[in-house]
């Protein structure tokens, strides 16, 4: 119940913001000329994803690898959308730095995996790997979702509205999966034909 009322107290202070900012958008006229495309879903369902996908890793690789490898797919994706605009991003070139940068990136990345085996006298179990090579992929999700809503903030000329699109779409998926996998949540109906 708590996380509901987190939500409903973003979304509710998302909605105030956006009433005084941008009163207009909750006018029909204002989405009679929108273009509902990707970038109106993509990015809420972005932030599930990476925030999920933290969730199962942290009780497989522990805290710190799952924030490295992570954060190592946040930095190549982004480098990878500013060097080629992928998403409507400026485009930006891929400097000697930036090639620096991401070779000391998976250096420390193998230098932090050595050191984890050799203090760790248990073999490791190959599905590890695999859940480091999904910890990189889940890391693709916030840049892609930021630049995302990027372009929709472009696209209806507000990154305020932009946001509460996004948390709203976030929401609504969140809420379709909680009441997908979680198995105490009982949807009950009422019979009128019961009598008490």
């Excluded at 999920?52 to 959308?81: D, E, F, K, Y």
């Excluded at 909680?178 to 019961?194: A, E, G, M, V, W």
Aim: hydrophobic residues 55%; proline residues 3%; contains cysteine.
């Amino acid at each position: 119940m708590h996380l509901l009322s987190l939500l409903v107290l973003a979304q509710s202070f998302l909605i105030i913001i956006n009433l005084i900012v941008n009163p207009h958008v909750f006018t029909l006229a204002f989405y009679d000329n929108q273009s509902l495309s990707y970038v109106w879903y993509v990015g809420g369902m972005l932030g599930v994803i990476f925030l999920t996908g933290n969730l199962v890793l942290l009780p497989r690789l522990g805290a710190s690898l799952t924030v490295v490898m992570t954060v190592a797919g946040q930095i190549i994706m982004g480098v990878l959308i500013d060097t080629f605009g992928w998403f409507g991003a400026e485009h930006e070139p891929f400097t000697l730095f930036k090639v620096l940068g991401v070779i000391l990136l998976i250096f420390g990345i193998i230098l932090m995996n050595y050191v984890r085996n050799t203090n760790n006298t248990s073999k490791t179990h190959p599905t590890f790997y695999i859940w480091i090579i999904v910890g990189f992929i889940f890391g693709f999700c916030p840049p892609i979702q930021t630049a995302i809503n990027s372009a929709l903030g472009q696209q209806i000329h507000s990154s305020v509205m932009a946001a509460l699109v996004s948390f709203t779409v976030g929401t609504i998926v969140l809420f379709i999966l909680t009441l997908i996998f979680n198995r105490s949540l009982k949807l009950t109906t009422y019979d009128n034909n019961k009598v008490n």
